[in-house]
């Protein structure tokens, strides 16, 4: 059995008055291009979570990835990166998988090389912040399945929301990779990163990341920043950087000279794009030189064909950013995230409007004070951009994440707030000081009362603390033997679509996902049933299929022609036609209803918590009144045109 590669032996320390002096060399200063002294430079190789989660929306199925981890066990990574980030959250939510499985196989497959995740910091692998007793749970019952390396994030960089974790993980026993969120803002500089890396050394930290999400590095700056953090600590460096702008190559090398220990890359099969430099071609081109990885070539080839040949069955989730897109240097939207909001909007039926978005993102990062663009941050924004633009106006709409970061539970923002902005998503409420974790009450308790009818274990019940909802669902299609990837809504048809008021009406046009693979159905017809068979003729994505069913019951194909109720939306809901009707500003599914029928509510009061875009949202009575109906009960998917609560 192979021997897990070394880590980098921590260089000597500088001496400290050069320290000094490089620590507060100004951002203008020319730049050295003399190579630092020469040595070895390890690879982590991330196409098994972030190359998939920025190239194919986190879609990607344990079954079509472990293949190609048994291979890479082989080469001698630094690491592998098979965990957290998205990928927690889509395992449930559309792959129908757990998550805890999933580590456990990777940890399985490859015995011979440290398994790494992306931790973001308080929140975990969500998008809020968690009791400390999640987190500490959490951490222990990851390093428990196998992973070996934590690296660990804060969206604001406030260092107060990374330290709990990194205590845990030292007690746990494992590499602590404390991170650093690179971005480019009025309020960010090289010496700002430089003495953040010092703090984080001071708190224990095994290695520090400049974790580069949208790529938007230089080369030359890549080249500044690794050589003055180089001279500032002694524990080794990493550089994570996507291919997005069409910067990474350059500016990994130019880290490289600068004296990086460690570098992110990603298979080829999953490189480029919104994803990383490719892994091949650093092998390649370090091959014979001071920094050469020591790794062959050949080893990876294998590996390569199984991503290859699987990423053709995700066709469907590919972005449309799939080349290099200079526009990021504008939007800063991350890789991982200009993927996934592409296919939120779809699924919105709003894709025409993504230049609107990209456009607006900067805007309302300015009046957030300038927060790099990684999750959950980059979500927050992205999220209340996109609502400005759907609705038509900034603001209009707030969600609750936007109103939870002006009020400081994600921590200290790197810049000014707007004001104006700031005093209507507050909206009257005071702000809280100090780490948001201090005041949150422990959740675990909580967590497995709520599951007591159920058959769960305690990775069943972090899940569950993590995303309530999501993993609610998960759990009873388990214990009901229904687990199955997400299946597309039918295909509307003239203007139409079919509602189940109308004998048992069926569509004709529909879509089904099925293992990633999306199948366009369409019902051409039907024959005589002879036997206890009846004979269908459908289309699958255009190719003619006869399949003989055993019928239940008779069912009536709907179709352009059935009869729907002017006033009822495709939900069965009513359609909204007076002021006290309540609507949805976009698609989602109801998390909470927080009135009842009868209730007196004021303009403004929360009536519902919708779950639209991976983040929650509260819909808020238009008027004051009394509710007179409620249309929609939690766990209900719900569309815009729909009236949820009515008013009068």
Not at 120 to 148: C, M, P
Not at 156 to 170: F, G, Q, S, T
Request: charged share 25%; glycine share 6%.
């Amino acid at each position: 059995m192979a021997q897990k590669p070394k880590p980098p032996t921590k260089p000597k320390a500088a001496p400290q008055a050069a320290v000094k002096k490089k620590a507060v060399k100004k951002q203008t200063d020319s730049f050295e291009l003399e190579p630092s002294k020469s040595r070895k430079l390890y690879l982590t190789d991330v196409a098994l979570r972030d190359g998939h989660q920025s190239l194919l929306a986190t879609r990607m199925r344990t079954e079509d990835l472990i293949p190609a981890a048994q291979e890479l066990d082989k080469v001698g990574f630094w690491s592998l990166e098979v965990w957290g980030g998205a990928t927690f959250d889509a395992c449930l939510r559309f792959l129908k998988e757990d998550p805890w499985e999933r580590l456990k196989t990777f940890r399985k497959a490859a015995p011979n090389t440290r398994l790494q995740m992306l931790l973001r910091g308080q929140n975990l692998v969500g998008y809020r912040h968690y009791a400390d007793d999640v987190l500490k749970e959490f951490i222990v019952k990851s390093a428990e399945h196998g992973i070996d390396v934590f690296r660990i994030f804060d969206a604001l960089n406030d260092i107060r929301n990374i330290k709990p974790a990194m205590k845990v993980v030292k007690q746990c026993k494992k590499h602590v990779e404390a991170t650093i969120c690179y971005t480019v803002s009025p309020v960010h500089s090289l010496h700002h990163y430089v003495e953040q890396a010092k703090e984080l050394e001071d708190l224990g930290t095994d290695s520090i990341c400049i974790k580069d999400m949208a790529g938007l590095l230089p080369p030359f700056e890549a080249y500044e920043l690794v050589k003055r953090m180089k001279a500032a600590v002694r524990v080794p460096i990493h550089l994570h950087t996507h291919y997005t702008s069409g910067m990474a190559s350059m500016s990994s090398l130019m880290a490289i000279l600068g004296g990086l220990d460690i570098l992110d890359t990603a298979m080829s099969p999953l490189s480029g794009g919104t994803s990383h430099p490719p892994t091949e071609t650093f092998i390649a081109a370090l091959k014979g030189t001071p920094y050469d990885t020591g790794l062959d070539l050949k080893q990876l080839t294998p590996a390569a064909a199984l991503l290859r040949e699987a990423r053709k069955k995700y066709h469907q989730f590919e972005s449309d950013f799939t080349g290099v897109d200079t526009d990021i240097l504008l939007s800063q939207v991350p890789g991982g995230m200009l993927s996934n909001l592409a296919s939120q909007l779809a699924e919105q039926n709003a894709i025409e409007k993504m230049q609107e978005v990209l456009e607006e993102i900067p805007k309302v990062r300015k009046d957030m004070g300038y927060p790099p663009l990684v999750t959950p941050s980059s979500q927050i924004v992205g999220s209340q951009a996109t609502m400005n633009v759907l609705t038509g106006e900034r603001y209009k709409v707030i969600t609750n994440e936007t109103k939870n970061y002006f009020l400081g539970f994600y921590g200290k923002p790197p810049g000014s707030l707007d004001s104006k902005v700031r005093q209507k998503a507050m909206a009257g409420e005071k702000p809280i000081t100090g780490r948001p974790a201090d005041n949150l009450d422990p959740e675990l308790k909580v967590a497995k009362k709520e599951l007591s009818e159920h058959q769960v274990s305690p990775e069943d019940i972090l899940s569950y603390a993590l995303f309530p909802s999501v993993a609610l669902q998960f759990i009873d299609e388990r214990e009901r033997g229904e687990l199955k990837p997400e299946v597309l809504e039918p295909i509307s048809q003239g203007g139409k679509s079919p509602t189940a008021q109308n004998l048992h009406l069926a569509p004709v046009e529909f879509r089904v996902m099925l293992h990633g693979e999306t199948y366009h159905i369409h019902v051409s017809g039907s024959g005589q049933t002879i036997d206890g068979r009846k004979p269908y003729y459908i289309k699958v994505d255009d190719k003619l299929e006869e399949v003989y069913l055993e019928p239940l019951q008779e069912v009536l194909a709907s179709g352009p022609e059935a009869p729907i109720s002017s006033g009822t939306a495709k939900g069965g809901r009513p359609k909204p036609s007076g002021p006290g009707d309540v609507t949805t500003p976009m698609p989602g599914r109801v998390v909470k209803v927080l009135v009842a029928e009868g209730d007196q509510v004021a303009n403004g009061n929360p009536l519902l918590v919708i779950e639209a875009m991976k983040m929650e949202n509260q819909v808020t009575a238009p008027m004051d009144g009394t509710v007179k109906a409620i249309h929609v009960k939690e766990g209900d998917q719900v569309n815009s045109d729909e009236t949820l609560i009515q008013i009068e």
